[in-house]
Nanobody, 115 residues
């Protein structure tokens, strides 16, 4: 019943852009934060961006103004607009919904940036 479905990943050249989408179902959305993390196999997951129910945002230090997170509560969807992508951004990107008792993760979408 609870699902976080990511899409929008793919292969892009350095300097290019991608827009990731995460559609949530089966959970409260409008009143809760949503976020994006990334993870290289063998490493810990790293915060990319977070947006609260009040539209406050936080970004990982590596973002450096290149990414923007936003949400559409009517569609239960959170987006991550990624610009000026670099090969170092290559990773699996996960939608994450922190909740008091249970945290929910999507299955991830692969982002590959070629040089």
């Amino acid at each position: 019943q609870v699902q976080l479905v990511e899409s929008g990943g793919g292969l892009v050249q350095a300097g290019g852009s991608l827009r990731l989408s995460c559609v949530a179902s089966g959970i409260s959305f409008r009143s809760n934060a949503m976020s994006w993390y990334r993870q290289t196999p063998g490493k810990q997951r790293e915060l990319v961006a977070l947006i609260t129910n009040n539209d406050r945002t936080r970004y990982g230090d590596f973002v450096k103004g290149r990414f923007t997170i936003c949400r559409d509560n009517a569609k239960n969807t959170v987006y991550l607009q990624m610009n000026s992508l670099q090969p170092e951004d290559t990773d699996v990107y996960y939608c994450y919904a922190p909740r008091p008792a249970t945290n929910y993760w999507g299955q991830g979408t692969q982002v590959t940036v070629s040089s």
